[in-house]
């Protein structure tokens, strides 16, 4: 994983990533519960 940019705001850590297919989002998660890290993906699905 590679975090690109990461910053506090309105009570959560935001963390951008390259990708994220929710498994960044669940280990943060279960690390530190959910409701505390924001992950942002740079890239996205196209649907």
């Known amino acids: 994983m590679v975090v690109l940019t990461d ?3 309105n009570g959560y850590l935001w963390v951008t990533v390259i990708y ?12 530190w519960g959910e409701g505390v890290v924001a992950v942002q993906s740079a ?3 196209t649907d």
Do not use: A, E, M, Y
Request: aromatic share 16%; proline share 6%.
């Open 7 to 9: 910053w506090p705001q």
């Open 20 to 31: 994220d297919d929710g498994t960044i989002q669940d280990f943060f998660d279960q690390q």
């Open 43 to 45: 890239l996205r699905d």
